[in-house]
């Protein structure tokens, strides 16, 4: 935004699961001191230099992805504690209402909601996304690809109210990609996009992995995480987890499963 680059601060974004998890671990006692760490060690001396001298704007994002309650409480005392004894720097946190709940940041926080996208914000999303994802189409056809599903939305009553959601509405747009028709139930409609992603992701990031490879690797991870504390899964645990997988579905030796795990 121009605004930002007129107002000279400099945009630090934080991921609450990951800041959450520092805390809880005790490997950041507040959460300046994440940011110290982080910052030096990924950014370098300047940018921990503008939140010391007052010049940054600080993103929390996805305090509702904090999957243990204490912890998610924990992140929103090292928030406000933050704020207070810095009052000269922005902070913005976003989350899920689900999420913020059971932390509701102190009277220092103006709450905002955001709205549902409109039937025109809607329509001009779903003709953006084609233009994006199908530049090399003819745009005659493209159009009619974004008209068509802009006419499905509006005319099932349960896909519309999914669509307000830009979130949804990205995955009902990658549906119907696809080539599927839109189901009249959101569960139906989670079980379509984990099908197609499943299908796609391989390809697209090069990965020697079918859909039912996938499924049993991400259901391992997924498991892995609800029944655990730790809200990160670290780099060298995924990859032992994955190492495991590989070798057990594949039938590979050690080295070999360490091969393809990286």
């Keep these: 935004d121009s605004r930002l680059v007129e107002s000279g601060l400099t945009p630090v974004v934080v991921l609450a699961a990951a800041a959450a998890?520092?805390?809880?671990?005790?490997?950041?006692?507040?959460?300046l001191d994440y940011l110290e760490q982080r910052l030096t060690d990924e950014f370098?001396?300047?940018?921990?230099?503008d939140v010391?001298?007052?010049?940054?704007?600080?993103l929390v994002d996805g305090i509702d992805e904090v999957g243990d309650a204490a912890a998610r409480l924990g992140l929103g005392q090292a928030i406000e504690q933050f704020a207070a004894e810095h009052p000269d720097i922005a902070v913005i946190a976003t989350a899920r209402p689900v999420g913020y709940r059971d932390v509701r940041l102190g009277p220092a926080f103006v709450p905002f909601k955001l709205q549902s996208l409109d039937?025109?914000?809607?329509?001009?999303?779903?003709?953006?996304?084609?233009?994006a994802v199908e530049p090399d189409l003819d745009a005659t056809e493209r159009d009619a690809q974004a008209s068509r599903l802009i006419d499905e939305i509006t005319a099932t009553s349960s896909i519309h109210d999914l669509a307000g959601t830009p979130l949804l509405l990205t995955i009902i747009a990658l549906v119907s990609l696809r080539g599927g028709a839109l189901p009249s139930r959101r569960v139906e409609l989670f079980r379509l996009t984990t099908q197609t992603l499943l299908?796609?992701?391989p390809l697209s990031h090069g990965f020697d992995?079918?859909?039912?490879?996938?499924?049993?690797?991400?259901g391992r991870v997924a498991t892995r995480l609800v029944s655990g504390r730790d809200?990160?899964?670290?780099?060298?645990?995924?990859?032992?987890?994955?190492?495991t997988e590989l070798s057990e579905i594949r039938c590979l030796e050690r080295p070999e499963a360490r091969l393809a795990a990286e």
Aim: charged share 30%; aromatic share 8%; net charge positive.
């Design 21 to 31: 998890d520092a805390i809880r671990r005790g490997d950041s006692r507040s959460l």
């Design 44 to 49: 370098g001396a300047v940018i921990a230099a």
């Design 52 to 58: 010391a001298n007052g010049k940054a704007l600080l």
């Design 119 to 131: 039937d025109e914000q809607v329509a001009r999303f779903v003709q953006g996304w084609f233009a």
């Design 199 to 201: 299908r796609q992701w």
């Design 209 to 218: 992995l079918d859909e039912y490879e996938l499924r049993l690797i991400l």
């Design 231 to 243: 809200i990160v899964l670290r780099a060298s645990e995924l990859r032992r987890l994955l190492e």
